[in-house]
């Protein structure tokens, strides 16, 4: 019904920039929050940020003052825009979506990832 594709991804040096999107498609009738989720090898997935309907966003500690979330809700695409970039942010970047179908239907849906390194 819905489905996230990621883009953006890419190898940076330390101190770099990536600005990662995330466009939803599908039979969309209205998305709630959007968010971005990484996982290193060998560690748990951790929320990096969310970002609601209107507006509101949250952001792990590890990136506050670091990435900014943003969503253009005319697209259904939401936006990391990550700055001083460090080698610990390397990670598969996801994006997920509770979105509500034409159906009248909530689900949380997941994208496949994009991979962002960090390293000089």
């Known amino acids: 019904q819905v489905q996230l594709v990621e883009s953006g991804g890419g190898l940076v040096q330390p101190g770099g920039s990536l600005r990662l999107s995330c466009a939803a498609s599908?039979?969309?009738?209205?998305?709630?929050?959007m968010g971005w989720y990484r996982q290193a090898p060998g560690k748990q997935r951790e929320l990096v940020a969310s970002i609601s309907s209107g507006g509101t966003t949250n952001y792990a500690d590890s990136v506050k003052g670091r990435f900014t979330i943003s969503r253009d809700n005319a697209k259904n695409t939401v936006y990391l825009q990550m700055n001083s970039l460090k080698p610990e942010d390397t990670a598969v970047y996801s994006c997920?979506?509770?979105?509500?179908?034409?159906?009248?239907?909530?689900?949380?849906?997941w994208g496949r990832g994009t991979q962002v390194t960090v390293s000089s």
């Open positions: 599908g039979s969309i009738f209205r998305i709630n929050v």
């Open positions: 997920n979506a509770d979105a509500v179908s034409t159906a009248r239907s909530t689900t949380i849906y």
